[in-house]
Each structure stands twice: as structure tokens, then as C-alpha cells.
């Protein structure tokens, strides 16, 4: 049987084996690292003609089952007759007379591994290891010197060695049962439901094919099992070492873990963990993470390797609770502790930042686009709005004015840059028609101020961290750095765009299409899966999210009974903006229609708050006696489910909610059977009208002739389909969906009816609405 092949570099090894201390994510600059690299190749520079710098070294070690590859490079080797020296160079802020020659053993271990694999290399038997130590601010240079068998690395190398091994032997023997258990693993379920085994067959074939597929499944496929199961199978074929399951919502992460438990229940054996953003799963009530604030940073590396251990050999559902209740048992931070638990799991599932946003992407596992990664992304309706937010980056011109009031009597430098940059402000201010500019050009005028403002801040902000404006000047500071990130994305794809409000200027590097940037991050795997009820028009869909026509499209029916959804269209309404006063009476009349057809819960859907609020309140005003509740603008977690819990079963009396089309009851909420009637949309979903969206439209109708479209059409009728799919979400469940707006008749939005949407049936008034509601109900 050939030995299982481990890839590891030689830093990695030692940081895993050996780490310990605590967190301390306090602020100690960006340019450090690059200042770190420098000193290195000043210390290097100022060597002899004996010294060697950056010499790679490396060795495979059979170890029992295993083939370890380990690999890395020393500072510099230096050669002085018969005398071997390895240099490990490392550059500090700490005063020098402060570091002795135990000041970090993992320094030690690092240099002493190159020294080991130095001497087999060349049949000697004795080295000398160096530690040199330069202060990046006075320049200055401190050494220590040890001198080593072959024996005495030797014996050292094969400890690290086997303490690495027993974390290997249980990742290797998790994997075999895990094969195993996938191997013997049937469909959870009696049968496929209509259409389930068309779209396993199209996920496996993709993942097979190493391709990309783009899948619209209505409610009741069974999307969230489509995707799973045959992706596990994958995993058991080894054409996968880790599954991203990508949501963009809490409640559809739910689903995941829900069905990964059943699977479970059946006996397949994969390690699921849930990633929780850090101000959510962090157990203090603000996100400080260093020793000095917070008792689960403190000393975290001494005990999170012991953590790991102990959660790996006894749990194999990694939800948010599992994760808090051992980070408590361990008083370790579990956000960290979450992140490292990545490498251990088979199947992550996390927002979509963690695989697409530049910013905060995994590093661990996307750095090199190397790795065999399949990403599900659930929902992937929601990524267009989302990939162009991470792709985009905004600066304020007023918040540099006020970070420089805070600044100016303490450092004159930081107080300069700041006026620097705000003079490049008010250069674009002055560009600016009818209080907007819109250009093809970037504003590079901007970034030499920004990168020298990053500069002059980042001494400040390591030793004033208990001064006035320091948390201000700090988030001005990662601003500023998100914005020259960003600022390396742009291309023809990208507008600058600025406008004027009242004395503020924004100035934002717009992502118009995020079609390219999605394209590279899929790279980062090997294959993905985009789904959702609603990719209408699916090409559409495949072109905005990175596809191209080699990548799979695929469409399925609804598996419901089609006369179970009475589908009604008011088109003697007109929803217009302009139009809107005119129309809250008739609404409130077709409202009451409906809701008198059948006792039971109705959701009604709104394009803006200030629209459902008005007819709520005409609604009210005639309709005192029938119960009410309405969405209201950024409510908390406990208070939707708490909204959601009003939807009761078999009630007694009729319930009307007012919610507004797109927001959080709109999509991603799952009320069977009897909690819910009817759903009325008002409104055919067009985003506000404003000036981004109109950039979007001027883009799009240059490049394809569908600006109208991709802008407002295609997101708008979006909004309307996941709507109205909160009606039918069972077999059993019966329904109403009416919706009101003379525009639903026209050509451009039939055309993105789903086929149960047809026939569908005209109503003119109030009492044809209420014998058609009244035919539905016999």
C-alpha cells in the first residue's frame, strides 16, 4: 500500500507543534512586514563572500505510513573553512537589551531544523546555529550563537516530528472512516422527489468534470440535499479534500447543518463546522483581542492545540454551541479556535466572504489556487449585490477633516497627510456636475496621499493606543488600506464614482461587473455549484457570477401540484412612483379581498417602507377589526423570530402582515402548511432609482444593449420570485400569490414567469378578486 504523502513547511511544522503565548491583535502596521523583509536583506547585504542568503532546504522522511515532504529556507548560510553557520534573522520593535538567547524557542526550533537537514544533507556532524536580531528603528544588530551535534538536531527534529505524527495518524485514520462511511452511504431518503436525481447527477458530473454549474431548482427540489450528497460522494472518490458550503444567511446555514444531521443520523461519519462572524461568537461585549482586554486571548496558544484534540476525538457537528461550549472549556478565543478547526473539517460552511471578499478571504487555504475545493453556493442570487459590495471600496472626505481635528495637537505629521489627502477631496469636489462625477479613469491622484497618510500613521497608532481619536484614526487607517486594495481591481469594469452631500464628499472605486473578479475567486477550487429558486434569467445569472458557456446551465420544474397556487395579477393598479398616492385605497380593498377568502396568515409585500406604511395606515383606518403587525426597519435576531412566531397554526383569526419586498421575511423563511395563506406583492421589485443603479445601466447597456435589465428588470422580478416562493413550500400546501401592478403583463416581465406561474388569471376589481378567491378556497 504506498504511503500517504504529506506537503509541510518546515515554519508551519514548528508553529503548530510549538506555539504558545497569547493573541494580541493590537495594531502593529502593515508596512511592518514589508519593513521585516528589508531588514532581512540589510543584514544579508552587510554579510561577506561567505554568507549565502535564502537557501531552500529540504527533506522527505518516511515515517511509518507516511512520506513527509518538508521544505523551507534559511536566512543565510554562512561557510568559514570547516565552520557551518545557519542564520535565522529576525527583525524586532523591542528594545534589544531586552532579548536574551530564550527570548523565543520557536526562533531556535526554526533554525535548528535547517541545521538538521543541513548536516544530512552533507554527511557532517556538527553545526552552529545563529539568531540575529535587528531593530527596525535604530538599526541595530544583537547575535547568539549555539553550537549542535548531528545527534542532538537530530534527536530534536524527530520529537517535533512525532508530536506533528499524532495529528497526522488521526486525520489520516478520520479520513479512512470518513471514505468508508461515504462509500456505504445511501440517498437519506426513500426516494429522489421529483428532479432531486437530475440536479445529483449534474452536481457530481460538474465536480467530475472540474467545471462550474449554474442551477435553478424551485422550493421543494430539495436543493440544500441535491448539492451535499453527491459533492460527499465526491469527497469519497477523492476528487475533493474539503467542502465551502456558501450562504449569504443564518437561516440557510441552519439548513445545511440540518442536513448534514441527516446524513449523520445515517451513518456517514464527516466533520461539519460552522464559521461565526467574531463580534457574534466572541464572549466579550467588544472584540479586543489581546491579552490585556480579554482572558481567552490571553494564553490561547498555550491551550488551543489540547482544544483541538479533544473536539476532534469527540465531535463531529461543529455547530456555533459545540464551538463556544469547548472555547469555554479550554478559555480560548473560539473565533481562532473556529478558524483552525477549518483545517480539521470536512465541510465548512460560512458566509460568502470567507472564499470571495479580498479582504478577509481564508489565506490558509486560497492563497496559491492549488487546492481541490468544491464551493456550493446556496442562495447565489444574492451574490451579485454582494460581489459588487466586496469588490467596491468608499473613502469620506469629511471623516479625514474630523480624524485631523482629533490629531493635529498630537502629531503634526499624521495632521499634514491628512490635509494632503482631504486637498485631493475637494480637487474631485470641484470635478463634480450637478453634484456627481462619474469617470473611467481611477483616481490615482489619491493614492500617493492615502499610502503616505498609512505611513506616517502607523508609528502613532503602535504606542498611543490610549489616546483621544486613536480608535478614529484606526478605522480611518484600514479604510484607507481596504481602499488602495481595491484600487488594484480596477479595470474597464470599474467606474470612479463621487457626489456631493451637503458639505461631505464620497468618493467610492465602483464595481459595475463582478464577473471577472468571481471568475478568478472561483479559481481558488476546483469546482462550483451556484443555486438558488430564483436565477431567472439563468444566463443572465452564469454571465454576472464568473460563468462562461462552457459551464453548465440548468433549469428544473416545480414538483408541486399546480393547482394548488392560485396566481392572481391586478393590472388595473399602477405602482409607479409617481403614482403611488393614488393607489393606497385600492391596494387596502384588494388586500381585504383576499385575506376574506380563508382565515388564515398573509404576508403583503411593499417596494419601500414608506409605501406599506402608508397603506397600512389606510388599511387600519377601514379595516380596524382585522390583526395586523408590520416590518420595521433593522429589528434584531430575537425580534424576527418573535415576528415569525405570530404566524400560528390552524388560527382562528386572520392575520395581515406588511413586510417590504426584499428585506428579511421576503426570502429564506419557511412557513408550512397552514402558517401561511397568501402572499400579495405589490410592485414589480425595480430597485430605487438613483445614481449608482443608473451607472450600472449605462455599463450594462454599452457592453450588452441590456442596461434596463441587468439594473433594475432582472434584480427587481428577483425579489418578486422569492416573494412569492414563501406560499408553496410543501406538497400539502395551498395558496394565493396576487400580484398588483400593470407592468406584470408586459412582455420584458412575463418573459421571467416561471412555468407554474401559467395560466395565471386577470383581475379587474374588487369583486372579480374576491370570486376568484372564493372559487379557490371551495
Request: proline share 3%.
Amino acid at each position: 500500500m504506498p504511503k500517504k504523502e504529506i506537503n509541510i513547511s518546515i515554519r508551519n511544522l514548528i508553529e503548530f507543534v510549538l506555539r504558545s503565548g497569547d493573541i494580541d491583535s493590537r495594531f502593529v502596521g502593515k508596512s511592518r512586514a514589508v519593513e521585516g523583509t528589508k531588514a532581512h536583506q540589510r543584514v544579508q547585504n552587510k554579510s561577506d563572500d561567505n554568507y549565502t542568503p535564502e537557501v531552500t532546504l529540504k527533506k522527505t522522511i518516511e515515517y511509518d505510513e507516511f512520506l513527509l515532504n518538508v521544505q523551507g529556507r534559511a536566512d543565510g548560510i554562512i561557510t568559514e573553512d570547516e565552520l557551518v553557520i545557519i542564520d535565522e534573522i529576525k527583525s524586532t520593535t523591542k528594545p534589544l537589551d531586552k532579548i536574551d538567547e530564550n527570548y523565543n524557542n520557536m526562533h531556535w526550533a526554526q533554525a535548528k531544523c535547517y541545521g538538521y537537514i543541513y548536516l544530512t544533507d552533507n554527511d557532517m556532524e556538527k553545526i552552529t546555529i545563529q539568531l540575529t536580531y535587528y531593530h527596525l528603528d535604530t538599526e541595530e544588530i544583537k547575535q547568539f550563537k549555539k553550537e549542535y551535534t548531528k545527534k542532538e538536531l537530530e534527536d530534536f527534529f524527530y520529537d517535533i516530528l512525532d508530536k506533528y505524527f499524532i495529528w497526522a495518524d488521526l486525520i489520516t485514520k478520520w479520513e479512512s472512516e470518513r471514505d468508508k462511511s461515504i462509500r456505504d452511504m445511501d440517498f437519506p431518503f426513500e426516494s429522489y422527489r421529483d428532479g432531486q436525481r437530475k440536479m445529483a447527477v449534474g452536481v457530481y458530473k460538474s465536480i467530475l468534470d472540474n467545471k462550474s454549474l449554474y442551477i435553478e431548482a424551485p422550493t421543494g427540489i430539495g436543493k440544500t440535499i441535491s448539492t451535499l450528497f453527491p459533492t460527499i460522494k465526491a469527497m469519497g472518490e477523492k476528487l475533493t479534500s474539503k467542502i465551502f458550503y456558501l450562504t449569504a444567511k443564518t437561516i440557510t446555514r441552519q439548513v445545511a447543518e440540518e442536513t448534514s444531521l441527516i446524513m449523520l443520523d445515517k451513518g456517514l461519519k464527516l466533520k461539519t463546522l460552522t464559521l461565526t462572524a467574531k463580534d457574534k461568537i466572541c464572549f466579550k461585549d467588544e472584540s479586543n483581542c489581546n491579552p490585556d482586554d480579554c482572558e481567552f486571548a490571553r494564553g490561547h496558544f498555550n491551550r488551543v492545540n489540547e482544544a483541538l484534540l479533544d473536539i476532534f476525538k469527540n465531535e463531529v457537528s461543529l455547530t456555533r454551541k459545540v464551538i463556544e461550549d469547548y472555547a469555554k472549556k479550554y478559555k480560548v478565543c473560539p473565533f481562532e479556535f473556529s478558524l483552525d478547526l477549518t483545517l480539521f473539517s470536512d465541510c465548512v460552511i460560512c458566509d460568502y466572504n470567507y472564499v470571495f471578499d479580498p479582504r478577509v478571504y481564508l489565506k490558509r487555504f486560497f492563497l496559491d489556487n492549488s487546492g481541490d475545493y468544491i464551493f456550493l453556493i446556496d442562495e447565489a442570487h444574492n451574490l451579485v449585490d454582494r460581489s459588487r459590495d466586496m469588490f467596491s471600496a468608499k473613502l469620506n472626505k469629511q471623516r479625514f477633516l474630523d480624524v485631523r481635528r482629533l490629531i493635529k495637537d498630537k502629531n503634526k505629521k499624521i495632521a499634514k497627510a491628512l490635509k494632503k489627502v482631504n486637498n485631493k477631496m475637494l480637487d474631485i469636489k470641484k470635478k463634480c456636475e450637478d453634484s456627481f462625477l462619474v469617470q473611467s479613469e481611477e483616481p490615482d491622484d489619491i493614492y500617493y496621499p492615502l499610502r503616505n497618510f498609512i505611513k506616517e500613521s502607523e508609528s502613532f497608532l503602535t504606542e498611543n493606543r490610549s489616546k483621544k481619536g486613536y480608535d478614529d484614526l484606526l478605522e480611518l487607517y484600514f479604510d484607507s488600506l481596504a481602499f488602495l486594495k481595491i484600487s488594484e481591481f480596477f479595470d474597464e469594469r470599474y467606474k470612479t464614482y463621487a457626489f456631493i452631500n451637503g458639505k461631505d464628499l464620497e468618493l467610492k472605486l465602483f464595481c459595475l461587473d463582478p464577473s471577472f473578479l468571481l471568475k478568478e475567486a472561483i479559481k481558488r477550487g476546483k469546482s462550483a455549484v451556484f443555486f438558488s429558486a430564483t436565477l431567472t434569467p439563468i444566463k443572465y445569472y452564469r454571465d454576472i457570477l464568473g460563468g462562461n458557456e462552457e459551464d453548465n446551465i440548468m433549469k428544473l420544474s416545480s414538483p408541486f401540484d399546480r393547482k394548488n397556487l392560485e396566481l392572481l395579477i391586478a393590472n388595473n393598479i399602477s405602482t409607479k412612483y409617481r403614482l403611488r398616492e393614488f393607489s393606497y385605497f385600492s391596494i387596502a380593498e384588494y388586500i381585504k379581498a383576499v385575506s376574506d377568502g380563508k382565515k388564515g396568515n398573509y404576508l403583503v409585500f411593499f417596494p419601500s417602507y414608506k409605501y406599506m406604511e402608508s397603506v397600512y395606515e389606510v388599511f387600519k383606518e377601514n379595516y380596524p377589526n382585522i390583526k395586523t403587525m408590520t416590518q420595521s426597519k433593522a429589528m434584531t435576531e430575537l425580534e424576527r423570530e418573535d415576528f415569525l412566531d405570530e404566524f400560528k397554526i390552524n388560527t382562528k383569526e386572520t392575520l395581515v402582515v406588511f413586510a417590504v419586498l426584499g428585506g428579511i421575511f421576503s426570502e429564506g423563511i419557511d412557513l408550512k402548511g397552514e402558517r401561511l395563506s397568501g402572499a400579495i406583492i405589490v410592485g414589480v421589485g425595480l430597485p430605487r432609482i438613483c445614481y449608482e443603479r443608473d451607472i450600472i445601466k449605462d455599463y450594462f447597456t454599452k457592453e450588452k444593449n441590456l442596461g434596463f435589465e441587468y439594473a433594475y428588470m432582472y434584480p427587481g422580478m428577483n425579489k418578486v420570485l422569492q416573494a412569492s416562493g414563501r406560499v408553496i413550500r410543501t406538497h400539502n400546501d395551498k395558496g394565493i400569490v396576487l400580484l398588483i401592478d400593470e407592468r406584470f403583463i408586459y412582455r420584458g416581465y412575463k418573459n421571467l414567469f416561471p412555468k407554474k406561474w401559467f395560466p395565471y388569471k386577470l383581475v379587474k376589481n374588487k369583486e372579480n378578486l374576491e370570486s376568484e378567491v372564493k372559487n379557490f378556497w371551495k
